[in-house]
């Protein structure tokens, strides 16, 4: 059995050279004769495997020891809930951009803990095609943060520059392009990324935190729910999910062999240039619903001039060996989901696959 082209939105591709490696480890990892699974968290052997993993995404973020990397779980739908549950209470506020199905779900949970002002949204008629200017932000000076959501995974938009807040601290779902490109994370006060889009295996969660906003999270929560807990105790507070920060270790290391965020970037834009410019090659055939300038360059969604084109489409493309072309549910068409695994080398296949359907179908 061949393996194929993976485009699932996730839990999405991992790179071969990673699972090969933890193929190889399974059973016997740094010749401790038992599996990472088998292993305690308190052993010496995984804690190197944790803190060297988040020392990587540190290197990979270029930042220092003012921030930490936890491993918490409950994915990115928790920290929905961990975010404002540390930051807010009925007398404070927050700043919510809204762009897509994630950011509606991390307002929902928002709303219970403090006021939330929504600083833009991009809904009309439900569609979300586009990431708001800077200039129709309409921030509240009285903010604790500002969330947003830096790709929207279903809808296929991205931030190409994230806005300017002022000292305003930016708090950012990142979960489907963490580490894909180059950003300054300085404004950021905390990031989070569920990691099986763009890190690993489902079961952690990244969350990368700068100091002074840890410094004014809520220290009297239950202690699983506040971030002083997990900050303090190195993420070891309970067990975390092993044998998943395992696989983010080598994924980050895959990171750092491809160039980083630098080769990251390079590899993704050379990859958006090849999907993006074969749509626009066949204009009224193939059709992007995204404004240009907030085109993903993760989830590229597009439509066919038929619903039955679309179906057959998925279908062919399925035959011809690519997984997961399929667009959500909700929205329809095509997304073809393109995290840091994937290579320019597959999109390129792909191109040929659709210049030659758009041949036979047109
Ligand atoms: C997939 C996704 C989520 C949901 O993550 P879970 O880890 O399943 O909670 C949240 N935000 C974005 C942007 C996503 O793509």
């Given at each position: 059995?061949?393996?194929?082209?993976?485009?699932?939105?996730?839990?999405?591709?991992?790179?071969?050279?990673?699972?090969?490696?933890?193929?190889?480890?399974?059973?016997?990892?740094?010749?401790?004769?038992?599996?990472?699974?088998?292993?305690?968290?308190?052993?010496?052997?995984?804690?190197?495997?944790?803190?060297?993993?988040?020392?990587?995404?540190?290197?990979?973020?270029?930042?220092?020891?003012?921030?930490?990397?936890?491993?918490?779980?409950?994915?990115?739908?928790?920290?929905?809930?961990?975010?404002?549950?540390?930051?807010?209470?009925?007398?404070?506020?927050?700043?919510?951009?809204?762009?897509?199905?994630?950011?509606?779900?991390?307002?929902?949970?928002?709303?219970?803990?403090?006021?939330?002002?929504?600083?833009?949204?991009?809904?009309?008629?439900?569609?979300?095609?586009?990431?708001?200017?800077?200039?129709?932000?309409?921030?509240?000076?009285?903010?604790?943060y500002v969330h947003l959501t830096s790709n929207n995974t279903?809808?296929?938009?991205?931030?190409?520059?994230?806005?300017?807040?002022?000292?305003?601290?930016?708090?950012?779902?990142?979960?489907?392009?963490?580490?894909?490109?180059?950003?300054?994370?300085?404004?950021?006060?905390?990031?989070?990324?569920?990691?099986?889009?763009?890190?690993?295996?489902?079961?952690?969660?990244?969350?990368?935190?700068?100091?002074?906003?840890?410094?004014?999270?809520?220290?009297?929560?239950?202690?699983?729910?506040?971030?002083?807990?997990?900050?303090k105790e190195n993420s070891l507070y309970n067990t975390p999910p092993c044998f998943a920060v395992y696989v983010?270790?080598?994924?980050?290391?895959?990171?750092?062999?491809?160039?980083?965020?630098?080769?990251?970037?390079?590899?993704?834009?050379?990859?958006?240039?090849?999907?993006?410019?074969?749509?626009?090659?066949?204009?009224?055939?193939?059709?992007?619903?995204?404004?240009?300038?907030?085109?993903?360059?993760?989830?590229?969604?597009?439509?066919?001039?038929?619903?039955?084109?679309?179906?057959?489409?998925?279908?062919?493309?399925?035959?011809?060996?690519?997984?997961?072309?399929?667009?959500?549910?909700?929205?329809?068409?095509?997304?073809?989901?393109?995290?840091?695994?994937?290579?320019?080398?597959?999109?390129?296949?792909?191109?040929?696959?659709?210049?030659?359907?758009?041949?036979?179908?047109?």
């Amino acid at each position: 059995m061949e393996r194929v082209c993976n485009f699932n939105p996730g839990p999405s591709a991992i790179p071969l050279e990673v699972l090969q490696q933890a193929k190889e480890e399974l059973l016997n990892f740094r010749g401790s004769g038992i599996s990472v699974m088998e292993t305690s968290h308190r052993s010496k052997e995984y804690e190197a495997v944790h803190n060297e993993a988040q020392e990587k995404i540190k290197k990979i973020l270029g930042i220092g020891d003012d921030f930490k990397v936890l491993f918490l779980q409950g994915g990115a739908s928790l920290q929905f809930v961990m975010v404002p549950m540390n930051y807010l209470d009925k007398d404070k506020r927050a700043d919510y951009i809204i762009t897509g199905y994630w950011s509606e779900r991390a307002l929902k949970e928002a709303k219970r803990f403090g006021t939330i002002n929504i600083a833009a949204t991009t809904e009309q008629d439900k569609k979300y095609t586009r990431i708001p200017k800077q200039s129709e932000l309409k921030l509240d000076p009285s903010a604790v943060y500002v969330h947003l959501t830096s790709n929207n995974t279903i809808f296929g938009t991205q931030w190409a520059n994230f806005p300017t807040t002022g000292n305003i601290p930016l708090v950012a779902d990142m979960s489907s392009d963490f580490l894909s490109k180059k950003f300054d994370p300085k404004p950021f006060g905390l990031m989070y990324a569920g990691a099986q889009k763009n890190l690993g295996p489902a079961g952690v969660t990244v969350v990368v935190i700068r100091d002074d906003f840890l410094a004014k999270a809520n220290p009297d929560l239950p202690s699983v729910l506040t971030y002083h807990t997990h900050a303090k105790e190195n993420s070891l507070y309970n067990t975390p999910p092993c044998f998943a920060v395992y696989v983010v270790y080598l994924f980050m290391e895959w990171v750092l062999d491809h160039g980083g965020l630098d080769g990251m970037e390079k590899r993704n834009q050379e990859k958006g240039g090849l999907l993006y410019g074969a749509i626009d090659k066949y204009p009224g055939y193939y059709t992007c619903p995204v404004d240009k300038d907030s085109r993903s360059l993760m989830n590229v969604v597009f439509r066919l001039p038929t619903e039955q084109l679309e179906d057959a489409f998925v279908k062919q493309g399925k035959a011809a060996g690519f997984l997961g072309l399929k667009g959500h549910r909700s929205v329809g068409g095509i997304r073809v989901s393109m995290y840091n695994t994937i290579g320019p080398e597959v999109i390129k296949e792909l191109v040929c696959f659709m210049e030659d359907f758009a041949k036979k179908n047109g």
